[in-house]
T-cell receptor, first 113, second 116 residues
Framework: KNQVEQSPQSLIILEGKNCTLQ??????????LRWYKQDTGRGPVSLTI?????NTKSNGRYTATLDADTKQSSLHITASQLSDSASYIC????????????FGPGTSLSVIP | ETGVTQTPRHLVMGMTNKKSLKCEQH?????MYWYKQSAKKPLELMFV???????ENNSVPSRFSPECPNSSHLFLHLHTLQPEDSALYLC???????????????FGPGTRLTVL
């Protein structure tokens, strides 16, 4: 069964601190893994996309890693800002004729002053 | 926000009403998606249209009826909904999959639906 799991479910950190979010997946055949940021009541916005051959990808203060052997990914946020408060969703795409994606439940991150 | 727009942004309807949600993409894509996001739950794929043909219908109740008149527009027709259908409905678009390319989805802002 295609599935994406994330941990922790929620996280509270102080502004300026770093944090790491985890994602485990069982999706086959694997195409790519993405991290999305979703503000409350808004549509998700893509942060990073990684294929099987990529094991790290950065986008500003966001750095994603991928271990395709263990089927694990992480999203590291450095020097957090209040605007980083959002839900971070791990999304895995399967190889089909369209973009079939399986969404994780998300990690709710709160950055406090 | 993005090249995908959705209207209305908020909708309140009774269980006997008929309404429609509209999605429009300005990105030249040819695949469009409807998702449902209930509170504290992951996004659930409802329908996929690729090259204007429905390629996936994820066991969605018949009170939800999609329509894709062309590659730029997608509708979700609603009738006799239940209170548990209250959720954020998100539209997305992408290119239909081509070999070796990642055709990621771009999301609209969503329609917040409340069924009374």
């Amino acid at each position: 069964k295609n599935q994406v799991e994330q941990s922790p479910q929620s996280l509270i950190i102080l502004e300026g601190k770093n944090c790491t979010l985890q994602c485990n997946y069982t999706v086959s055949p694997f195409s790519n893994l993405r991290w999305y940021k979703q503000d409350t009541g808004r549509g998700p916005v893509s942060l990073t996309i990684m294929t099987f051959s990529e094991n790290t990808k950065s986008n500003g203060r966001y750095t994603a890693t991928l271990d395709a052997d263990t089927k694990q990914s992480s999203l590291h946020i450095t020097a957090s800002q209040l605007s980083d408060s959002a839900s971070y969703i791990c999304v895995v795409s399967a190889k089909t004729s369209y973009d079939k994606v399986i969404f994780g439940p998300g990690t709710s991150l709160s950055v406090i002053p | 926000e993005t090249g995908v727009t959705q209207t209305p942004r908020h909708l309140v309807m009774g269980m006997t009403n008929k309404k429609s949600l509209k999605c429009e993409q300005h990105l030249g894509h040819n695949a469009m998606y409807w998702y449902k996001q209930s509170a504290k739950k992951p996004l659930e794929l409802m329908f996929v249209y690729s090259l204007e043909e429905r390629v996936e219908n994820n066991s969605v109740p018949s009170r939800f009826s999609p329509e894709c008149p062309n590659s730029s527009h997608l509708f979700l027709h609603l009738h006799t909904l239940q209170p548990e259908d209250s959720a954020l409905y998100l539209c997305a678009s992408s290119q239909a999959r081509t070999s070796g390319r990642i055709n990621e989805q771009f999301f609209g802002p969503g329609t917040r639906l409340t069924v009374l």
